[in-house]
Structure formats: C-alpha cells, structure tokens
C-alpha cells in the first residue's frame, strides 16, 4: 500500500516522475559490475555429456550450476539435500597457471586439474574390467 494514486491500465510511474537521466555508456560500463564467469556452449555441452551418462548409470541424480564472480561451477549430487559428490569449476584466474578446468570431490581435494575440458572430464571415464565366470 502506498501513498500514490493507483496507475491506469498501461501507465507507470517512471513517466510520471519526468526525470530522465543521460547516461554516458562508457561510464556506465566502467561502474557496471563485472558479469559472471560462465560456462560456453561446448563447455556445457561435455559437462551434461557426462552428466547423462552417470545419470544412466544411476550413480547422479541432480546438478547445480552456479556463476559467480571469479568462478563457475557444476556441482552433481546422489541426492539434492547432501552435498555435491563433484564440483567441475572454471577458473579464468589459473588458466595461465595449472588450467582453468578442476574436478574436485566431496572432501575438497582436486582430482584432476588442466586447461582442456575434455582432457579433465576424463576423471570419470570408467577402467573397463574382466570379468571371468
């Protein structure tokens, strides 16, 4: 509930006000924060690759994207109230370093870190073995 008159239909209350501001973009994109660390398309694409195929296997259930300032990260879990089983990150800050790409555990230990995806996500490739009967 406020104090102003109720809007009409189509109408809002930033016309009313009548004050627009000019804005110079470069100043505006300067003082904009930062956009998130995101995974691409083929990132993503690997990641849910895996995904599906553990999925089928039956050892996941749920996953978790998340973009945050300085990292993204794709968490998977058996069940959605535990936590993760892996987080697969992205850090653009150790690309020149080990790699931007880490698969780490539940226990916050990196299994496996580099700067191709591919070559990280290899982690859960699964050793076939024989069976004799």
Known sequence: ???QPDLRRGDSRAAESGSSVVVDIKEYKQTKDALPVTFHRRE??????????MVG??????YAIDHLKDMAVFSVFKRSGEMPLFRIEKNPKLAAKQGAYSVVNTH????????????????????????EK
Do not use: C, P
């Open 1 to 3: 509930m406020t104090d």
């Open 57 to 62: 296997e039956g050892e996941w259930r749920d």
């Open 44 to 53: 993503l694409d690997a990641i849910l690759w895996i995904y599906g195929r």
């Open 108 to 131: 916050g230990m990196i299994l496996k870190r580099g700067h191709d995806l591919q070559q990280v996500l290899k982690v859960f490739n699964k050793s076939l073995k024989l069976v």
